[in-house]
């Protein structure tokens, strides 16, 4: 399912998605992203991806299908094509039960679990502009009994646009209303307008491109304590979600953790995750 917010005008003199185009590029999206367009969404999909043909300089849909195709820069037209059609809605201390469970419940399992080495490795696996990775790092950084622990945080998305503002580490008040103010004051700087986030967390993360549709890639990440997948799997029908929550079970080690949204549930993957009520929120733990 995809976000029908902030639709974009169509100009009634400008390019026109037939129904047969329209099933042509709904299945190239498919195949290429695992997003499903329903019948009812061609206005949606005309609307949204006008901007693309322009900047693609294609004068027909038809040219665009062609692009998306066999272009030199396909894989990067699709993660731009990926940026209009869903959405990179997020901010800090996002869905404050399941932060807390994540403090109370899981990283004190991991402790337990890998005492041995003292290392963390948690994935923030579709982390939009960061704000979601960071948080982690800032609950983390500020716990105590995690003074001396090695701790990697992974944050990763399909779309270059976000990971570009997340390497920046520069947000703005409206970002950062959930944050604590004690931590504000003590992990940020600059101005009110526009905070930075300061080094010692920004440097916990590190950022990269990864589509989670994309089997092979997904098989070089390996060894997760913890996944965070949140808000991400809305946008995929029934297979493509089951590929997806398969593949990220494997990047998990023996009883890792996946947090999915608040909103979301896990239909057709019995077998795959425990579902544990762990303070207020749900957790899934590898099977
Ligand atoms: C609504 S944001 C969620 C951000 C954060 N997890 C949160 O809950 O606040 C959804 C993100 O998923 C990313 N996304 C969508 N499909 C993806 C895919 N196939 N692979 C990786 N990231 C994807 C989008 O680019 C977007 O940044």
């Known amino acids: 399912m995809a976000d029908t917010t902030a639709v974009r005008k169509a100009d009634a003199s400008g390019p026109k998605l037939t129904p ?3 099933k042509q590029l709904r299945d190239l999206i498919y195949e290429k992203t695992g997003i499903h367009f329903q019948d009812n969404k061609t206005y949606l999909l005309e609307s949204r991806l006008l901007p693309r043909l322009n900047a693609c300089r294609c004068q027909t849909f038809e040219s665009y299908i ?3 195709r066999f272009d030199a820069y396909r894989d990067r037209e699709v993660t731009e094509l990926y940026t209009v059609i869903t ?3 997020t901010y800090f201390f996002r869905d404050e039960a399941q932060l807390e469970t994540f403090m109370k419940v899981m990283i004190p399992e991991v402790m337990k679990t890998n005492a041995g080495t003292k290392q963390i490795r948690i994935w923030s696996a579709a982390c939009s502009t960061g704000d979601e990775p960071y948080t982690l790092a ?8 995690l003074a001396g622990w090695s701790i990697d945080i992974l944050a990763t998305d399909i779309s270059e646009n976000v990971l570009n503002i997340a390497r920046t580490a520069t947000y703005s008040t409206h970002s950062l209303r959930k944050v604590p103010p004690a931590m504000l004051a003590k992990y940020f700087t600059g101005t009110k307008e526009h905070q930075a986030l300061v080094p010692l967390v920004k440097n916990m993360v590190r950022f990269m491109n990864v589509n989670l549709y994309d089997r092979p890639r997904l098989k070089l990440v390996r060894g997760m304590d913890i996944v965070f997948c949140r808000n991400c ?3 995929f029908d029934d297979k493509a979600k089951a590929q997806i929550v398969s593949d990220l079970r494997d990047t998990l080690r023996p009883k890792g953790y996946l947090m999915i949204g608040f909103s979301e549930t896990l239909h057709d993957t019995t077998g795959l995750f425990r579902a544990i009520h762990a303070g207020r929120s749900v957790i899934h733990e590898k099977q």
């Open 87 to 89: 959405t990179n809605e």
């Open 20 to 22: 047969e185009t329209f």
């Open 233 to 235: 799997l809305i946008y």
């Open 138 to 145: 800032l609950l983390l950084r500020d716990s105590l009994p």
């Open 66 to 68: 062609n692009f998306l």
